[in-house]
């Protein structure tokens, strides 16, 4: 069955970097992942999602890439604010299985000001 | 656009009752729902998926006449436990998605609270 790993330390970073996430995901690829960040209570909020032919996307301070031959998507935010501290899971879709979706475990990013 | 709601927001009810839980596509025609399940520091586990007018097809685990699932209108969807105990109490989130479409949106989540 198709696994997908997070990191599942949190990640502190300095207002004004860049937080750079990753998700990896073992056997066969997806038709696209998707990105979602996901508040202490509340339901995920969709940020972006990439198809497995591309290999990039971006939607204002947020960028993700795809590298279907690594299993591997990155996901960056840059100039990064407190406002930005939250979960984000990704999320595989496999149109193979009726375009379910399969959530890794999430990654806490935490913005220092 | 494409907001999902949910009512309510919390509940909390005694062991052996009955909790109806409302899932609504606020400014689209949701063709397909998802009822998801998430414990605390855990991510989110597909409970079923409810096309309109038709069967909800639950995931392995999932007892389908314990956790009905009713999708009778292309905006509305719910999702009733039945007998509820405390191992059911939970985080339970719908999401909804358009035909055609490939993302889905969430909505903001029920918490459920057994006594």
């Known amino acids: 069955s198709q696994k997908i790993e997070q990191n599942s330390e949190a990640l502190n970073i300095q207002e004004g970097k860049t937080a750079t996430l990753t998700c990896n995901y073992t056997?066969?690829?997806?038709?696209?992942l998707q990105w979602y960040r996901q508040d202490p209570g509340r339901g995920p909020v969709f940020l972006l999602l990439?198809?497995?032919?591309?290999k990039e996307k971006r939607k204002e301070r947020l960028k993700v890439t795809f590298d279907t031959t690594l299993k591997q998507s990155l996901f960056h935010i840059t100039a990064s604010q407190p406002a930005d501290s939250a979960t984000y899971l990704c999320?595989?879709?496999?149109?193979?299985?009726?375009?379910?979706?399969?959530f890794g475990g999430g990654t806490r990013v935490l913005v220092k000001p | 656009g494409a907001v999902v709601s949910q009512h309510p927001s919390w509940v909390i009810c005694k062991s052996g009752t009955s909790v109806k839980i409302e899932c609504r596509s606020l400014?689209?025609?949701?063709?397909?729902m998802f009822w998801y399940r998430q414990f605390p520091k855990q991510s989110l586990m597909l409970m079923a998926t409810?096309?309109?007018?038709?069967?909800?097809?639950?995931e392995q685990g999932v007892e389908k006449d314990k956790f009905l699932i009713n999708h009778a209108s292309l905006t509305l969807s719910t999702l009733t436990v039945t007998s509820a105990h405390p191992e059911d109490s939970s985080f339970y989130i719908c999401?909804?998605?358009?035909?055609?479409?490939?993302?889905?949106?969430f909505g903001p989540g029920t918490r459920l609270t057994v006594l």
């Open positions: 999401s909804a998605r358009a035909g055609g479409q490939d993302t889905q949106y």
């Open positions: 056997n066969y690829s997806p038709a696209y």
């Open positions: 990439i198809r497995e032919n591309e």
């Open positions: 999320a595989l879709d496999m149109a193979a299985a009726g375009n379910k979706l399969t």
């Open positions: 400014d689209f025609q949701a063709t397909t």
């Open positions: 409810s096309n309109e007018g038709s069967k909800a097809t639950y």
